[in-house]
């Protein structure tokens, strides 16, 4: 099973990327005064009444004969989402009126399907400008609704339509999806502290020597087979980062094998972040590609719009590949790229990219000196030697996602953590703090991805970052969990 894929498709200028933005409650796809500023598809997550949906914002279709290679190139995205769409939002302006492009895209959405189309006239911001609606049933479509996006009127009952069009199986799996996401929100607040009362509840389950079950004792309980089964279905989500002309986009149509990102030889073709569902040898994977991520003081203002759905991509992926020159060597700048998905606690994985252009022994050490200098802070990473443009190592690359994903998803008994937390504390006791020793009691796991252990200690504030880093290192050593970064959530002991 898998989320329902919805498409905004329509003429430039009517207000798609507004109507994109509003439905997912968060400004997502750049906005810009700028002709043609949405270029490929961009897709996002969004939560239509409780049910989580994949939505996807397209370029303008125009069919005016062009030379210019990009604007054919958002033509035929914009085609492709149709074709790979549960459900339409086919946009117009109202108070443009009909025009006769939105007749020829009417008449593209006609041959793919009318039943799964929805109408929207936008830009009806008052009550008497209904009136302008009704020009547009000539475009032959059942289900017309007018909207505003600027005023968020008609939005609600979009939302309804929606959920009312959607296939039945799909429908069920969006909402397993969205409740599924609003338990990992619960266990976020267990994590910040928020939740004092599950804070009490672990602590005396722990203090009596119980096995603790986070997947059971903090979440509703489920059928297990059912949902087993469920996840199995759920794509691993990668974010593709790095700096500018890195070839995150040529990875992720070699990957893919399809061209799915605009390719081209002008600076700053992928300004957003552009997901792609793949399946791989029976595996599914959600790619993410990123605009390059500059130095703050080298960006437009189009650039920083990029480098913040770049962090978002960060933030929604389960494991980040940061894409990296082979033959330039790594740098600083990457170093503060890995930084930002490390300070997220995400699975990393460092692709060396085109080391097809390595010619000799001397390149190969220069890049590995490049490494030693510059990675010495994430040693726990894999570190890939790719070949995007030739399809070199691809395969390894892909063992790996799958390797640290599952790292990053291990679950520990209570009874085996706490053993294990024992025998490091009798290796290198903790150090004193205001001259008492410090003790660490016991602890359980209460997250995954990233593995996320509260601890139960005397003197949370007195255990030193060295210490801290001692206990992570061996922690993953123990546990398998060599590839990702792990949490240590401390809380004292009442």
């Known amino acids: 099973m898998r989320l329902p894929v919805i498409s905004i498709v329509g003429r430039p200028n009517v207000g798609k990327s507004s109507l994109f933005n509003r439905l997912i409650s968060k400004r997502a796809a750049i906005i810009d005064n700028t002709p043609g500023v949405t270029r490929d598809r961009i897709i996002k997550e969004a939560d239509i009444l409780d049910h989580k949906v994949l939505l996807v914002d397209t370029g303008g279709i125009d069919n005016k004969d062009t030379k210019d290679e990009i604007a054919k190139k958002v033509k035929e ?4 989402a149709i074709d790979e769409s549960d459900l339409i939002l086919f946009v117009v302006d109202g108070q443009t009126g009909l025009t006769d492009l939105d007749k020829d895209v009417a008449k593209i959405l006609r041959k793919k399907g009318a039943d799964k189309v929805i109408l929207l006239v936008n830009k009806i911001d008052e009550p008497f400008m209904e009136d302008l609606v009704y020009e547009f049933y000539k475009l032959g479509f059942k289900e017309v609704i007018p909207i505003s996006t600027i005023h968020n009127l008609g939005i609600e009952t979009l939302k309804e339509k929606i959920l009312e069009k959607l296939p039945k199986e799909l429908k ?6 969205y409740e599924e996401e609003e338990k990992q929100k619960k266990l976020e607040k267990v994590v910040t502290g928020e939740d004092i009362e599950t804070l009490e509840k672990i602590e005396d389950a722990l203090s009596k020597g119980e096995e603790f079950d986070f997947e059971t ?4 309980k489920v059928e297990k087979k059912k949902e ?4 199995k279905e759920v794509p691993i989500k990668v974010a593709i980062v790095g700096r500018p002309n890195m070839g995150k986009s040529t990875l992720l149509n070699a990957l893919a094998k399809d061209e799915r990102v ?3 030889n002008v600076p700053g ?4 972040a552009i997901d792609t569902l793949v399946e791989i040898n029976g595996n599914k994977f959600l790619f993410i590609d990123t605009a390059g991520i500059r130095k703050r003081s080298e960006m437009k203002d189009i650039d920083y719009y990029s480098y913040l759905r770049a962090l978002d991509a960060i933030d929604r992926a389960d494991v980040v590949v940061v894409v990296t020159d082979g033959k330039q060597g790594i740098t600083t700048k990457d170093a503060k790229i890995i930084g930002l998905a490390l300070e997220k606690h995400k699975p990393i994985i460092i692709a060396v990219n085109k080391t097809d252009l390595l010619n000799s022994q001397k390149e190969w050490e220069k890049l590995e000196d490049s490494i030693d200098l510059n990675l010495d802070f994430i040693k726990h990473a894999p570190k890939v030697f790719i070949s995007a443009k030739e399809g070199k190592n691809l395969d390894e690359l892909i063992r790996k996602i799958k390797e640290v994903y599952k790292q990053a998803n291990t679950k520990v008994k209570t009874s085996k953590f706490n053993k294990i937390l024992w025998d490091i504390q009798k290796a290198v006791y903790p150090p004193t703090y205001r001259g008492k020793p410090i003790k660490l009691y016991y602890g359980t796991q209460i997250k995954k991805n990233p593995p996320t252990f509260l601890i139960f200690t005397n003197y949370p504030e007195g255990i030193p970052k060295s210490y801290i880093r001692y206990l992570e290192n061996k922690l993953r050593e123990h546990l398998g969990l060599k590839n990702v970064p792990i949490r240590l959530i ?5």
Do not use: N, W
């Open 490 to 494: 401390f809380r004292k002991r009442h």
């Open 217 to 220: 004792d903090l979440e509703e």
């Open 172 to 177: 069920e799996y969006a909402k397993k999806v």
């Open 228 to 231: 087993e089964k469920d996840k």
């Open 77 to 80: 995205q914009a085609l492709r």
């Open 269 to 272: 073709t992928t300004r957003d």
């Open 262 to 264: 605009i390719v081209s």
